[in-house]
């Protein structure tokens, strides 16, 4: 199983000045990904991301992925499919990026199932897993 280098970067997660363009595309991201999620949204992250077992709101959320910016560079988020089942979507995708200090390329799949899909079109709730069966099959799915 991956495990981050920094566990405990979630912790001190502020934004920075002087990013990369790459850190600040993957901002760009977390940013435009928050748009999908109600501003009270709850998280439960998978197991060893950080050591939180459920995040509440968008800055729980931004946590999450300060783990990545914190420990990688060239961060990028690849979705490589959404299943719509109607009251969730199952989200596959993978981090890729650079550990920082190297050039060791890492590439982490990962799945998300976003439900309770709210009026605004807003998710109230997300789980995240670290492989892309695991997260299939917690949404009933054949992996």
């Known amino acids: ?3 981050f280098t920094d566990p405990d970067a979630a912790k001190r997660y502020k934004p920075r ?3 990369s363009r790459h850190s600040e595309a993957f901002e760009g991201a977390i940013k435009s990904f928050l748009s999908f999620y109600a501003n009270d949204v709850v998280c439960y992250p998978a197991p060893g991301w ?3 077992e459920i995040c509440h709101g968008h800055d729980g959320l931004r946590r999450l992925s300060a783990v990545w910016s914190a420990n990688f560079d060239e ?3 690849e979705v490589h499919d959404v299943r719509d089942l109607h ?3 199952v989200i596959l995708a993978r981090f890729t990026g650079r ?3 190297s050039d060791v390329r890492v ?3 990962f799945g998300a199932i976003n439900s309770q899909l709210r009026d605004d079109g807003k998710v109230g709730e997300v789980r995240f897993f670290l492989s892309w069966d695991e997260a299939l099959q917690a949404a009933g799915l054949p992996a």
């Open 87 to 89: 009251e969730r979507l």
């Open 50 to 52: 950080i050591d939180e």
């Open 99 to 101: 550990a920082k200090g």
């Open 17 to 19: 000045v002087g990013q």
């Open 75 to 77: 961060i990028a988020v």
């Open 107 to 109: 590439s982490q799949p």
């Open 1 to 3: 199983m991956f495990r």
